[in-house]
């Protein structure tokens, strides 16, 4: 009887002990994959003065959303998401310890949230969120580097046929964003009419006879620096106060002020409208992406 209770004991302790044994696997079975980290950005909504959190991807679909009309070419807004991606990651490094990186209004990138996406396209919002969000999801984590860093990713919307050097606009000096010819495939031009009142008031100049000097030129042909009634303004000045489209700008003056303009934006990097342009004609995100950034890498983000 005690042997027999001895073998029931051993049986029991070999079954314990072949359960309890960890199972033999491969090796690449025993790796565990990383979890993918995700890039969470802290935003500055201008319309509620409250700061949100969004996912970096998600972020790119609401500013593509806003800053690129959702009818272009596909390979455009791919273009676009990843200028869109490369600015927000350059904001997010150079942070400068404020509490948010970016801000939703053109101070830095139009961000568009899914109500106003419905309110911008109506009945076309499942075709154009849909269209938009694979064109985010085809460049996922893609961003543009110089010299293995993050650019300034500066776009805007046309050109008056150049984009412009960047030393001219932001007083910096990008290798990487010099002045390129672009093609734009749309009118370019616009006109303002106001009144010699109105306009010696933005300008803060006296009012008597209108004389304009000295106009010097940037190499894309915009206004660098001018002189109004023995006042200096530089190109970018004069834009803001008249609140103009471009620094190609030419004044007119008789009854009234005309001024006609070339283009619209800032004029460094990526032209929008000369990269659906380009996409129209067969050329790639990547073609386009390198053709106004130059020298530049495109490669995943390193987090």
């Known amino acids: 009887m005690k042997n027999k209770h001895l073998i029931i004991i051993i049986v029991i302790l070999f079954v314990i002990s072949i359960i309890s044994s960890p199972k033999k696997t491969t090796s690449f079975n025993n790796v565990k994959k990383p979890i993918k980290e995700e890039i969470v950005l802290n935003v500055l909504d201008k319309k509620t003065n409250e700061i949100i959190k969004i996912n970096l991807e998600d972020y790119v679909i609401g500013v593509v959303s806003g800053e690129m009309p959702a009818s272009f070419s596909e390979e455009a807004l791919k273009a676009q998401a990843i200028a869109s991606r490369t600015y927000a990651i350059f904001k997010l490094n150079n942070n400068n310890g404020k509490s948010y990186d970016l801000v939703t209004d053109i101070t830095n990138q139009v961000y568009l949230n899914s109500d106003e996406q419905q309110n911008l396209w109506k009945e076309n919002y499942e075709k154009y969120h849909d269209k938009i969000s694979k064109c985010v999801k085809d460049t996922e984590g893609l961003v543009m580097k110089y010299n293995d860093e993050v650019i300034a990713s500066y776009y805007f ?147």
Do not use: P
Request: neutral net charge; aromatic residues 10%; hydrophobic residues 30%.
């Open 157 to 303: 919307a046309y050109s008056n046929g150049k984009t412009e050097d960047v030393e001219y606009v932001f007083k910096d000096n990008k290798d990487y964003l010099k002045s390129v010819e672009s093609t734009e495939g749309i009118n370019i031009t616009n006109e303002v009419t106001m009144s010699k009142e109105e306009f010696c008031s933005k300008l803060n100049i006296e009012c008597g006879d209108i004389k304009i000097t000295n106009k010097l030129l940037t190499t894309s042909n915009r206004v660098d620096k001018i002189d109004i009634n023995n006042k200096t303004f530089n190109g970018t000045e004069i834009r803001k106060l008249l609140n103009l489209k471009s620094t190609d700008f030419d004044i007119k003056y008789d009854n009234n002020i005309v001024i006609t303009t070339k283009g619209y934006g800032h004029g460094v990097g990526m032209s929008q409208y000369g990269a659906n342009y380009l996409a129209k004609n067969g050329k790639t995100y990547e073609e386009i992406l390198k053709y106004y950034y130059q020298n530049i890498n495109i490669s995943k983000i390193n987090v």
